[in-house]
């Protein structure tokens, strides 16, 4: 039974593709108004537990509880519609009880236009219920509701044919289904995928001012993580870790808990690898005297080394920069007939990263196409450094030959990577990418479309360049890959332009931001917050603030002497001697705790309960931290 505030639970989930077990024993618990990000790495098993939280797919083992009557809407990467709908329809089609009743209405009022004969009476009767039910279900206004939201994510044409759309506009015409239906839990795969930035913005505050349900996120987009939601639960290895607040906290705490666990960690392998060494000398060690000593060697040995997640490391090698990296002078754009900008000047050097931004159509694409040589300028020309040498990820993830392997795709015929002054071998720089031997072995058709978007990224920044041009990287990226990529962009000497949706991609990246205005293209200093903070400020007719520049730090001071480490006292060797086993119950009381928070049946407890359980579980965390620091001190004192 679930209480009246929770309206899902999933307990003890588990799903296994293959030999591969995605879900371990994952529970969970919904609220009603709660909003829940879903984060982790491509492959972790977010999309599955989604699927399964939505019903649209069965668990191999557990089971996942719904509240009665609960309606809950859930849009996946790859929505599916019936035949030969138009968008307008496809969007009514989520209002199936609402469309019933209108259907029914229209009937019955064409019946009673006629001669309804001795039915008049139950027909007048069910035209009045029908029109109660209909005012229930939202009004008659659906149609108008439904034709707006299309236009808000970006559909024009509300009568075309859904069936001849590109894979982002049907995912956009299921967005627009999902809102119209207001549903009691919105589960949401990827929801800013093919939107632009506006978009993006506008379904924030969709999100967190109009919709009223519950909301489960799966999204790379750490803006909406932030600000929308209000507990993280993160899939790691098939076991889910839950974080209270949105992007920054869950950072914040995961990154207290992997401290903790790391400092632990270090801790046993250095008491293991000193004990072992008395072992090894002390002929008698297996005496009586010493078993416990030996008990508690084997011991540590079994805690030793929790397996964790491996980061991706990404590098880009930037070849020998000239003076003049891109420069464009009078540059007109067309498509066909429409013109796209007009008299575009740019000019681009080295240590420039810049963001290039516009609404869905605008041109982006064929802007890069253009500067790339891809496409010729309708007027005007562009023109390349003598030493300037381009990698260029494209949307489209083109390039990648789905018959050949990852390792095949990458290498392109070598098997060695040159990465600066480093010399690697492929398949160490694969692993970087978080491809291990057997996934380097893979055909790259049977891959996801987030590791696809690995190997082509890879693939692009395999060889060297000192111009970068990336066009929706973030696209089926984790947030663990993105980071990466930011972070390598970030030291990177060479140029970028990237076009991308993300808008605290751009934030962390952008030096500046090229903003398509009325077929020109106009440069913005600094990310996607600036460029927002001034359009606010040229509203109110002020100057906008001048961005600071990276501010160094002053001299350092030099660091005083470590203070001389004092013997043990005989207080101390005590101590030392019970102090492992208190670190130990220490953490076993944190697993406990964490695991109750982790429970399906958590979020059932009365809310004084919950309440007073977070400052609970901090104690115990900080205690355990606490032990495990004075074990180390006092192990670092101890004679050898």
């Not at 089971?63 to 309606?71: I, N, P, S």
């Not at 740019?346 to 694409?365: M, Y």
Request: proline share 4%; with cysteine.
């Amino acid at each position: 039974m679930l209480r009246a505030l929770t309206i899902l639970s999933a307990r003890e989930v588990r799903r296994t593709y293959g030999i591969h077990e995605v879900l371990c024993g994952a529970s969970m618990a919904i609220d009603e108004g709660e909003r829940v990000g879903l984060v982790g790495r491509n492959g972790s098993g977010k999309s599955t537990l989604a699927r399964i939280i939505a019903g649209a797919e069965e668990p191999d083992t557990g089971e996942v509880v719904r509240r009665g009557g609960l309606r809950v809407g859930y849009l996946s990467q790859e929505p599916s519609f019936a035949p030969g709908l138009r968008a307008v329809d496809a969007v009514l089609a989520g209002l199936e009880s609402w469309q019933q009743a209108v259907d029914r209405h229209d009937e019955v009022s064409r019946l009673l236009s006629g001669d309804p004969g001795p039915r008049l009476d139950a027909l007048l009767h069910e035209q009045a219920d029908l029109a109660s039910k209909i005012e229930r279900l939202g009004g008659w206004d659906q149609r108008h509701e439904a034709l707006a939201l299309l236009g808000m994510v970006g559909i024009t044409d509300p009568e075309a044919i859904v069936d001849t759309m590109s894979g982002g506009e049907r995912r956009r015409v299921a967005l627009a289904r999902l809102l119209v239906t207001n549903p009691d839990l919105a589960i949401l795969d990827e929801p800013t995928n093919h939107l632009d930035l506006e978009t993006i913005e506008w379904l924030e505050g969709w999100l967190a001012n109009r919709f009223t349900g519950a909301l489960i996120l799966v999204t790379h987009d750490r803006y909406l993580l932030d600000r929308l939601v209000t507990r993280t639960i993160e899939v790691e290895q098939g076991v889910i870790h839950v974080y209270q607040g949105g992007w920054v906290r869950y950072l914040e705490a995961k990154a207290e808990r992997e401290a903790h666990a790391e400092r632990v960690d270090s801790n046993r392998r250095n008491f293991l690898r000193r004990e072992l060494e008395w072992l090894s000398r002390n002929p008698k060690a297996r005496s009586t005297k010493q078993k416990a000593r030996v008990d508690r060697v084997e011991a540590v040995r079994d805690q030793v080394g929790p397996k964790r997640e491996v980061a991706a490391r990404i590098e880009i090698s930037g070849e020998r920069l000239g003076r003049t990296i891109l420069d464009a002078e009078g540059l007109d754009v067309e498509i066909g007939e429409r013109r796209l900008l007009e008299q575009v000047n740019l000019q681009l050097s080295k240590g420039e990263r810049l963001g290039i931004v516009g609404p869905n159509g605008c041109g982006k694409t064929t802007l890069l196409r253009v500067l790339t040589g891809e496409l010729a300028p309708a007027a005007g020309e562009v023109q390349l450094g003598k030493r300037t040498q381009i990698a260029f990820l494209q949307q489209s993830r083109g390039g990648l030959d789905d018959n050949e392997s990852v390792f095949d795709n990458v290498g392109d015929g070598s098997s060695r990577v040159v990465l600066g002054d480093t010399e690697l071998d492929l398949r160490s720089y694969l692993e970087r990418f978080l491809f291990d031997t057997h996934a380097q072995r893979q055909k790259v058709g049977t891959l996801s479309g987030g590791e696809r978007a690995r190997v082509a990224l890879a693939k692009t920044l395999r060889t060297g360049a000192n111009l970068v041009i990336l066009d929706e990287p973030t696209n089926d990226l984790d947030v663990m890959t993105l980071t990466a990529l930011e972070d390598a962009l970030g030291d990177y000497p060479g140029a970028v332009l990237v076009v991308t949706h993300d808008r605290w991609f751009l934030d962390r990246v952008a030096t500046g931001l090229l903003v398509f205005e009325d077929r020109q293209l106009v440069r913005h200093a600094g990310g996607w917050a600036d460029y927002v903070e001034r359009r606010k400020l040229a509203a109110r007719d002020e100057p906008a603030p001048a961005r600071a520049s990276g501010g160094g730090r002053g001299a350092s001071e030099q660091a005083p002497p470590p203070p001389q480490e004092a013997k043990l006292t005989y207080a101390e060797e005590l101590e030392l001697e019970t102090l492992l086993e208190r670190v130990d119950a220490a953490e076993q009381q944190v697993s406990a705790l964490e695991a109750e928070l982790a429970g399906a049946d958590f979020y059932e407890r009365p809310v004084a309960e919950q309440q007073a359980f977070f400052p609970k579980l901090e104690a115990a965390r900080a205690e355990a931290t606490r032990l495990a620091e004075r074990w180390t001190e006092l192990e670092d004192r101890r004679p050898r």
